[in-house]
Structures are given as structure tokens and as C-alpha cells.
Nanobody, 126 residues
Framework: QVQLVESGGGLVQAGGSLRLSCAASGRTFSNYYMVWFRQAPGKEREFVAAISWSGGNRYYGDSVKGRFTISRDNAKNTVVLQMNSLKPEDTAVYYC???????????????????WGQGTQVTVSS
């Protein structure tokens, strides 16, 4: 079992930045592939970004590429999503998810991940 707790959400104006963190506990963090998803009201859960166990492979959804950066610190059992140039359409609940890193290819489907945090709300005002 892996327990995940997100933090760092909030209200920000368009063009601003937020930094989301996901703290993991329970198992060896460095064995896990970490992913951020988001879900806006009335929409499907959307892939945002992902990072392999070593940090050597990083992937981004098309809508956030060039604005968001995912990173991890295996010594601190933490994955971070740095979000810059935020837009109103980035408004959503952001979730951290994890699965054992078995190597690529990595799924972008939310239903393929066993471990989830509770989510943190990000609201971007225009």
C-alpha cells in the first residue's frame, strides 16, 4: 500500500503560478511511477504529467506542455508539480497517483492506477 497526500492548491490569477506537492508513505517511493491527473467539473479525469522512478523519463499532457514541470525527490518521498502561466482552463481538482514502475510504456489512463491521493483544488481566475 502507498498513501499519497497532495498539498499546495489554491486560488490564483491567470498568468500566475502554483506548486503542488504529493507526499508518499507506506512503501519504497523510488519503486513507483508517479502521475498527476486533474478533473474539472463535468469532465473526465485528464492526464497532466508523469515521472519515472529515477526522474529520467517525464511526460506531459499536450495542454500543459511548456508550462508545467514535474519533479521528484526520492529522499523526501515527494513529487512536485510546478505550474506556471496558469489559465482559467487549468481549474480542476488535481490528483496524485502511483503505480509500480515496470518500465515504459506508461499508461495515461486514470483507471490504470491503483493508488490515489485525496486531491487538491486549483482555481485560476480570469
Amino acid at each position: 500500500q502507498v498513501q499519497l497526500v497532495e498539498s499546495g492548491g489554491g486560488l490564483v490569477q491567470a498568468g500566475g503560478s502554483l506548486r503542488l506537492s504529493c507526499a508518499a508513505s507506506g512503501r519504497t517511493f523510488s519503486n513507483y511511477y508517479m502521475v498527476w491527473f486533474r478533473q474539472a467539473p463535468g469532465k473526465e479525469r485528464e492526464f497532466v504529467a508523469a515521472i519515472s522512478w529515477s526522474g529520467g523519463n517525464r511526460y506531459y499532457g499536450d495542454s500543459v506542455k511548456g508550462r508545467f514541470t514535474i519533479s521528484r525527490d526520492n529522499a523526501k518521498n515527494t513529487v512536485v508539480l510546478q505550474m506556471n502561466s496558469l489559465k482559467p482552463e487549468d481549474t480542476a481538482v488535481y490528483y496524485c497517483a502511483a503505480d509500480l514502475d515496470r518500465g515504459p510504456p506508461y499508461s495515461r489512463r486514470w483507471d490504470m492506477y491503483a493508488y490515489w491521493g485525496q486531491g487538491t483544488q486549483v482555481t485560476v481566475s480570469s
